[in-house]
């Protein structure tokens, strides 16, 4: 429930929760750059000085690069405790000369924000904040305990969050997590996730002479790197496009008949979306649709290639070293450090003997699949139905959020709500990122109402 005077007070206050966010999205708090850690820094303050405007109690907390915010509400005296977690950093704006206005400078235009960290996850994350500044600001105190764990690292891995998990697990016991970093099933159509992807990324380097050799008087007679790339790589696929890496499917858990038949009735136009992509036909896997393939099947992509000369004009070369990046997304019950192994077992058996070949893991991280039979899920479905004007549909998500198997094993905690207010199309991670101010308002009703449902 919400109650009409909640309902009103966001209602009136809209303005000044997207004057609050655009000041949010002002601050370049990219992760991964270290001539923006002064920024991430910055940004850290902006959410702890919020919440502490809200009466929270909190702080900073120093990591071996960006801090966590950590923050907990007045106590409600035997009432549940909610952890809510967001992430404050950004990705990279890059490529700058593809956006319509400066990155970090928020424009609205047509009833969406644009910005960097719009919906990836600075305005996800206020959603819940302003949710705190309404019920507040009408009751006077919260109905249940919340506790704010907000990281600077999330895109560059969260590489220091499990050690802090594991030393404030005591500070983070709570009866459920709710994380907003996923997004609708479809404009306009709400969606609980209850399946995510995991990753095993990895760097490959080939390398054959001692340098870079003419090809006129070399070639024929030594093991180009870069040939002997593409070779590895072509073969880690089948002619059908499925995975030929023996044992790679082995552990998969199978859909289930339900999720089949629930996928093919979500709302689709194939033309459309390959309309958005630029493509004229889609590929992958056999016998999966175009859903069950972007979100429930395992899959191998490259991400990267180098090796030789591609400057302007001609340089007749063997080059001595050639690599590429490859990412592999992995679905229940597999493991990314076995995937690792089968990896690395299978291209080294491809390579011929006159390269030499080094792996470097650069990514590791589990797949999630969360229980959806709980008194929380349900409070979740109530408050979503609330703040949308309909029902939350469920689905699995073809991303990775490391995250969520650290809060799973470092907390001992299966009570995992995975709530998105954005759209599919809000583009994070490219140019143009943007939230629609109309969802931003439904996540700030939603979050209301769903302390109330879980305090119920």
């Given amino acids: 429930?919400?109650?009409?005077?909640?309902?009103?007070?966001?209602?009136?206050?809209?303005?000044?929760?997207?004057?609050?966010?655009?000041?949010?999205?002002?601050?370049?708090?990219?992760?991964?750059?270290?001539?923006?850690?002064?920024?991430?820094?910055a940004a850290a303050e902006w959410v702890l000085r919020q919440l502490k405007e809200c009466g929270f109690s909190g702080a900073l907390y120093p990591t071996g690069r960006h801090p966590v915010v950590l923050a907990r509400s007045?106590?409600?005296?035997?009432?549940?405790?909610?952890?809510?977690?967001?992430?404050?950093?950004?990705?990279?704006?890059?490529?700058?000369?593809e956006w319509l206005t400066p990155p970090f400078s928020p424009d609205i235009r047509d009833g969406y924000i644009y910005a960097r960290g719009a919906t990836d996850d600075k305005g996800q994350l206020l959603t819940y904040i302003n949710a705190v500044q309404a019920v507040l600001g009408?009751?006077?105190?919260?109905?249940?305990?919340?506790?704010?764990l907000a990281e600077g690292e999330e895109e560059i891995g969260s590489t220091n969050l499990g050690k802090f998990l594991a030393d404030h697990r005591e500070q983070l016991r709570a009866d459920a997590v709710a994380i907003s970093d996923t997004s609708q099933l479809a404009p306009g159509i709400p969606a609980?996730?209850?399946?995510?992807?995991?990753?095993?990324?990895?760097?490959?380097?080939?390398?054959?002479?001692?340098?870079?050799?003419?090809?006129?008087?070399?070639?024929?007679?030594?093991?180009?790197?870069?040939?002997?790339?593409?070779?590895?790589?072509?073969?880690?696929?089948?002619?059908?496009?499925?995975?030929?890496i023996p044992g790679f499917y082995d552990d998969v858990l199978?859909?289930?008949?339900?999720?089949?038949?629930?996928m093919a009735a979500q709302p689709s136009d194939l033309d459309a979306l390959k309309n958005y992509l630029g493509v004229c036909e889609f590929a992958g896997e056999p016998g999966y649709t175009v859903t069950e393939r972007s979100?429930?099947?395992?899959?191998?992509?490259?991400?990267?290639?180098?090796?030789?000369?591609?400057?302007?004009?001609?340089?007749?070369?063997?080059?001595?070293?050639?690599?590429?990046?490859?990412?592999?997304?992995?679905?229940?019950?597999?493991?990314?450090?076995k995937i690792d192994q089968l990896f690395t077992r299978f291209v080294r058996q491809l390579c011929p003997a006159g390269v030499s070949v080094e792996f470097a893991g650069l990514h590791h991280a589990g797949p999630v699949l969360v229980n959806r039979n709980t008194s929380a899920m349900r409070a979740a479905e109530r408050a979503i139905e609330i703040g949308f004007g309909k029902k939350p549909r469920f689905k699995r998500d073809g991303g990775s959020i490391p995250v969520v198997n650290l809060i799973r094993e470092q907390l001992e905690q299966e009570n995992i709500l995975l709530l998105g207010w954005g759209s599919p199309d809000d583009g994070p991670h490219s140019p143009n990122e943007r939230f629609s101010l109309d969802d931003f308002h439904r996540g700030i009703r939603s979050a209301a109402a769903l302390f109330f449902e879980l305090a119920r």
């Fill in 254 to 262: 199978a859909l289930e008949q339900w999720e089949r038949q629930q």
């Fill in 74 to 97: 007045a106590e409600v005296p035997g009432a549940p405790v909610l952890l809510i977690y967001g992430h404050y950093d950004v990705q990279p704006p890059d490529p700058l000369d």
């Fill in 192 to 244: 609980i996730t209850y399946a995510l992807r995991g990753l095993c990324y990895l760097q490959i380097d080939i390398r054959g002479p001692r340098f870079d050799l003419h090809s006129g008087c070399f070639g024929g007679i030594v093991h180009n790197p870069a040939q002997v790339l593409a070779d590895v790589l072509q073969k880690l696929k089948n002619p059908d496009g499925s995975i030929a």
């Fill in 295 to 337: 979100t429930a099947r395992p899959t191998l992509d490259i991400n990267g290639l180098w090796g030789g000369f591609s400057g302007e004009g001609a340089k007749t070369i063997i080059p001595a070293k050639a690599g590429a990046k490859v990412s592999m997304r992995l679905v229940p019950n597999q493991i990314p450090e």
């Fill in 138 to 148: 009408v009751n006077g105190e919260l109905p249940i305990n919340l506790i704010v």
């Fill in 1 to 41: 429930m919400l109650s009409d005077r909640i309902s009103s007070f966001i209602d009136e206050h809209m303005k000044a929760f997207t004057g609050e966010l655009a000041r949010f999205l002002s601050i370049p708090s990219v992760s991964t750059l270290g001539e923006h850690a002064a920024d991430v820094l």
